[in-house]
């Protein structure tokens, strides 16, 4: 350890500052998504999607083939899937019986993908047929971090075995089943005649590209997002049912501006600047990828004064920079007002919030993910009274100084959590 800067393997360099996290994180194709993402086990047919994709000029032929899939006819598919899963949502917890945010949002979030990227839900939030992936994703997001701690032990073994049947057998199994699942979703949604995010893709192809290659963009879709969208939901609501004056404060936003019907995927929602700042404060305190993405030089580099040869693996970890005290004052405080940008400044908070990334490798769909929180969350607050029934978990939760706690998480490349847990009554006038 020296100062800011981390040696956390013979041939790795973690920084925690912002100006690292500038450099790194940028637009500059020198850098590019280290090794250790080639041997993963998401690889569908050993074709990689953008995610495992490490070549930057293959890499921007896969951000073509992703662009149909955030344009605006996209958007308004997704915006009508959110708004039909948000219904089935409320309509899920308004009997009062408290509500697991971890399960519950995930089951939501994958409903909410399935509908929007194949033209037919999973159907998770009401039938128990499917919800078997979300433990499934969890697994998967484990073997990624075994891969990315040694990636060259899996990419030895992997020129004489396949790896995934011997090292992993549940989830090779769970793989095949979850392809065969994306599948049947499709047929459904072409029989149904519902517009999908794979068919716009999929008219929109460009030159050179196989299908295959988009069926495995597509699937990645539905890897990253639910375990994004049901941890920054169940944080939001962990922290604001902690605090009465912030809880209080966004009842007044979302009442006032919905004054007589509930809250839609509109300008008026877009305009909700304190929900969002909460979303976002959310998603600094509990990132819903804590850990580090690594990244490589095809040249020597040199970061915050020290210098890294060419093909050293470095990156930051996010969720050391959302606690950094040099960037964010009073790191462990639940404070949604740091992110809202004051007209004429120049300098917040938020360039240090990084949960999507930045750069040429930044999570391409978060529009997308800030539909699918925000509008679920602005309905709870809308329609109900929160009354958090349980709120740890047997996961180790910290408690700062003050009292107020910490949202508990473990880190297995996306995050594992439990709770909190939430019972929803009708709302009081």
Same mark, same amino acid.
């Given at each position: 350890?020296?100062?800011?800067?981390?040696?956390?393997?013979?041939?790795?360099?973690?920084?925690?500052?912002?100006?690292?996290?500038?450099?790194?994180?940028?637009?500059?194709?020198?850098?590019?998504?280290?090794?250790?993402?080639?041997?993963?086990?998401?690889?569908?047919?050993?074709?990689?999607?953008?995610?495992?994709?490490?070549?930057?000029?293959?890499?921007?032929?896969?951000?073509?083939?992703?662009?149909?899939?955030?344009?605006?006819?996209?958007?308004?598919?997704?915006?009508?899937?959110?708004?039909?899963?948000?219904?089935?949502?409320?309509?899920?917890?308004?009997?009062?019986?408290?509500?697991?945010?971890?399960?519950?949002?995930?089951?939501?979030?994958?409903?909410?993908?399935?509908?929007?990227?194949?033209?037919?839900?999973?159907?998770?939030?009401?039938?128990?047929?499917?919800?078997?992936?979300?433990?499934?994703?969890?697994?998967?997001?484990?073997?990624?971090?075994?891969?990315?701690?040694?990636?060259?032990?899996?990419?030895?073994?992997?020129?004489?075995?396949?790896?995934?049947?011997?090292?992993?057998?549940?989830?090779?199994?769970?793989?095949?089943?979850?392809?065969?699942?994306?599948?049947?979703?499709?047929?459904?949604?072409?029989?149904?005649?519902?517009?999908?995010?794979?068919?716009?893709?999929?008219?929109?192809?460009?030159?050179?590209?196989?299908?295959?290659?988009?069926?495995?963009?597509?699937?990645?879709?539905?890897?990253?997002?639910?375990?994004?969208?049901?941890?920054?939901?169940?944080?939001?609501?962990?922290?604001?049912?902690?605090?009465?004056?912030?809880?209080?404060?966004?009842?007044?936003?979302?009442?006032?501006?919905?004054?007589?019907?509930?809250?839609?995927?509109?300008?008026?929602?877009?305009?909700?600047?304190?929900?969002?700042?909460?979303?976002?404060?959310?998603?600094?305190?509990?990132?819903?990828?804590?850990?580090?993405?690594?990244?490589?030089?095809?040249?020597?580099?040199?970061?915050?004064?020290?210098?890294?040869?060419?093909?050293?693996?470095?990156?930051?970890?996010?969720?050391?920079?959302?606690?950094?005290?040099?960037?964010?004052?009073?790191?462990?405080?639940?404070?949604?007002?740091?992110?809202? $940008?004051? #007209?004429? @400044? &120049?300098? !917040? *908070?938020?360039?240090? %919030?990084? /949960?999507?990334?930045?750069? =040429?490798?930044?999570?391409?769909?978060?529009?997308?993910?800030?539909?699918?929180?925000?509008?679920?969350?602005?309905?709870?607050?809308?329609?109900?009274?929160?009354?958090?029934?349980?709120?740890?978990? $047997?996961? #180790?939760? @910290? &408690?700062? !100084? *003050?009292?107020?706690? %910490?949202? /508990?998480?473990?880190?297995? =490349?996306?995050?594992?959590?439990?709770?909190?847990?939430?019972?929803?009554?009708?709302?009081?006038?």
């Amino acid at each position: 350890m020296l100062g800011s800067v981390y040696r956390s393997g013979p041939n790795r360099v973690v920084f925690q500052t912002l100006t690292a996290t500038h450099v790194i994180y940028s637009n500059d194709r020198t850098i590019r998504k280290s090794d250790g993402y080639t041997s993963h086990p998401w690889t569908r047919a050993k074709i990689p999607s953008l995610f495992n994709c490490v070549d930057n000029a293959h890499a921007a032929l896969k951000k073509k083939t992703l662009r149909p899939a955030i344009a605006q006819p996209a958007l308004l598919l997704h915006n009508s899937s959110v708004e039909d899963n948000v219904e089935l949502l409320v309509n899920l917890v308004k009997d009062g019986q408290p509500q697991d945010l971890s399960k519950t949002g995930f089951y939501y979030a994958l409903d909410v993908i399935s509908q929007s990227v194949f033209g037919d839900s999973f159907k998770c939030m009401y039938e128990a047929t499917n919800r078997w992936m979300a433990e499934s994703l969890e697994r998967g997001n484990r073997f990624m971090y075994l891969h990315l701690a040694w990636p060259s032990l899996f990419q030895i073994l992997g020129l004489f075995v396949d790896v995934e049947p011997l090292a992993y057998p549940q989830y090779h199994q769970e793989s095949k089943m979850f392809l065969d699942l994306c599948k049947k979703s499709r047929e459904r949604g072409i029989l149904r005649e519902q517009g999908s995010i794979f068919n716009l893709m999929k008219n929109d192809l460009p030159k050179g590209v196989s299908d295959e290659e988009l069926e495995s963009d597509a699937y990645s879709f539905m890897r990253g997002g639910g375990d994004m969208v049901a941890v920054t939901i169940a944080a939001t609501l962990f922290y604001i049912t902690q605090n009465r004056d912030i809880l209080e404060k966004l009842k007044h936003e979302i009442r006032t501006k919905f004054d007589r019907s509930p809250p839609r995927l509109d300008q008026t929602l877009e305009s909700c600047r304190y929900l969002r700042a909460c979303v976002d404060e959310a998603l600094r305190m509990a990132p819903p990828g804590p850990g580090v993405f690594w990244r490589q030089s095809s040249s020597d580099l040199v970061i915050d004064g020290v210098h890294l040869p060419a093909g050293t693996e470095f990156g930051v970890s996010i969720y050391t920079v959302h606690y950094n005290g040099d960037i964010f004052h009073d790191p462990k405080a639940y404070s949604p007002e740091r992110m809202i $940008v004051k #007209e004429g @400044e &120049t300098w !917040t *908070d938020r360039a240090g %919030l990084i /949960p999507f990334l930045r750069g =040429f490798r930044a999570c391409p769909a978060q529009k997308l993910a800030y539909a699918t929180i925000l509008l679920p969350i602005a309905r709870f607050i809308w329609e109900f009274e929160l009354q958090i029934v349980q709120p740890g978990s $047997v996961l #180790e939760e @910290e &408690t700062t !100084t *003050d009292g107020t706690r %910490l949202f /508990p998480q473990v880190d297995v =490349f996306g995050s594992r959590i439990e709770g909190p847990v939430i019972s929803f009554r009708p709302r009081v006038e």
